[in-house]
Every structure is written in structure tokens, then in C-alpha cells.
């Protein structure tokens, strides 16, 4: 079956601090995936993809993500956070259907 | 950018009765989908659609009805309420043009059952 963890629930983070968000997918065949971000009382936004080729995608607000095909992880980073980082964010995954399976989301929590 | 829409934006009602979510979407996109958003589950698709009167189930399709008449609506009933569809609920679209393209998400309907 097709899924996606996100094993970290909460992480709460000073500013300034570097971010990594783990997410590990188990998908037969081609995979795309994705970062989603929540903001408080917002929907939700794309923040990177990937499809193919270089396996260190960048995306908005200076987040990238890398794929590691051998660990089956698409681990999301930010080398400094902000406050208005505070947001949910979500992992997903898609193969030749385009039912987007999501992750069960990490809160980060960015303190002043 | 309000390009897809969906109302109301909070409902409470009993468990029992039957309520019907609105989505709108002004894109003509030609996928729909409706997500619910639970604690610890992240969001788990429930009925999706590829094109007017086609639909179809996602993860956790029972205990609810979609129909998808025309293009840009794409309503979601729930038949009988029960508490554990207490839930946020998101409607979201894209295009189909482009496999697994970004999807544009609603900004949620936050259902209570009591």
C-alpha cells in the first residue's frame, strides 16, 4: 500500500536555527513528491516538488528538499528559520494516479 | 487569489442529519478533490473527480456522497452526520494537464458533529 511518515509531530526551533523535516514514502513504480505548508488559518500551499532529475529540489522561502531514492526520503531543510516559518507542513507522494497520499504533518513551532 | 472556493467556512449540526459541503472552483479545472484533515492522520482523500459526472472513491470514501454535475462544483454531502466526521475539510483542484501537477487547495470547512 502506498504511504507516507512524517515521524516528527512537533518541532519547535529558535530563530536562526537550521531545519530538517523528515519524510520517507513506500510507493511501487515512479513517485512524485511534495511539500505542503499550512500557515495558521490558512489553506494549504505548495512549497517544492519533485518529478525527476536533480534530486535537490529548491522551492519558495528558501526551503529545498532532497530525494534519496536509496532511503526512500524526501527530507525537507532550511539552513536559517524564521518566526513566520511557524506552519504546518505536510509530505506527500503520487505515482500514475493522481491521488496525492499525505503525511500525517509536523507542526513547527519557530520561537523568537 | 480566489480561484476555488468553498462554503460554509464553519458548520455545526447533530449527529444524524445531513449537510452538504460547498466547492467552487473558477479555474475550469478538470480535477476536483475533497481531503479531510484529522490530528495525527494528516489529510486522507475521501471522493475525488476527473471530469463532470465522473467520480470517484479515495481513502475514506463511506459515510459520504459527492456528485460533480458541472465543472466547477463539486459538493460533498454527508448522508447522516456522525461525531467522527468531525473534521476539517478541504476541497482542492487541478488542471490534469501536467501528471501530478500541484494541486490548488480551498480554505477549509471546520465541521463539529455533536
Known amino acids: 500500500a502506498q504511504s507516507v511518515s512524517q515521524h516528527n509531530h512537533h518541532v519547535i526551533l529558535s530563530e536562526a536555527a537550521s531545519l530538517e523535516l523528515g519524510c520517507n514514502y513506500s510507493?511501487?513504480?515512479?513517485?512524485?513528491l511534495f511539500w505542503y505548508v499550512q500557515y495558521p488559518g490558512q489553506h494549504l500551499q505548495l512549497l517544492l516538488k519533485y518529478f525527476s532529475g536533480d534530486p535537490l529540489v529548491k522551492g519558495i522561502k528558501g526551503f529545498e528538499a532532497e530525494f534519496i531514492k536509496s532511503k526512500f526520503s524526501f527530507n525537507l531543510r532550511k539552513p536559517s528559520v524564521q518566526w513566520s516559518d511557524t506552519a504546518e507542513y505536510f509530505c506527500?507522494?503520487?505515482?500514475?494516479?493522481?491521488?496525492?497520499?499525505f503525511g500525517s504533518g509536523t507542526q513547527l513551532t519557530v520561537l523568537p | 487569489d480566489a480561484g476555488i472556493t468553498q462554503s460554509p467556512r464553519y458548520k455545526i449540526t447533530e449527529t444524524g442529519r445531513q449537510v452538504t459541503l460547498m466547492c467552487h472552483q473558477t479555474?475550469?479545472?478538470?480535477?476536483m478533490f475533497w481531503y479531510r484533515q484529522d490530528l495525527g492522520h494528516g489529510l486522507r482523500l475521501i471522493y475525488y473527480?476527473?471530469?463532470?459526472?465522473?467520480?470517484d472513491k479515495g481513502e475514506v470514501p463511506d459515510g459520504y456522497v459527492v456528485s460533480r454535475s458541472k465543472t466547477e462544483n463539486f459538493p460533498l454531502t454527508l448522508e447522516s452526520a456522525t461525531r467522527s466526521q468531525t473534521s476539517v475539510y478541504f476541497c482542492?483542484?487541478?488542471?490534469?494537464?501536467?501528471?501530478?501537477?500541484?494541486?490548488?487547495f480551498g480554505s477549509g470547512t471546520q465541521l463539529s458533529v455533536l
Open positions: 479555474w475550469s479545472h478538470s480535477y
Open positions: 482542492a483542484s487541478n488542471d490534469g494537464r501536467s501528471p501530478n501537477e500541484k494541486l490548488f
Open positions: 473527480s476527473a471530469a463532470a459526472d465522473i467520480t
Open positions: 510507493y511501487g513504480g515512479t513517485v512524485n
Open positions: 506527500a507522494a503520487s505515482g500514475s494516479a493522481r491521488q496525492l497520499t
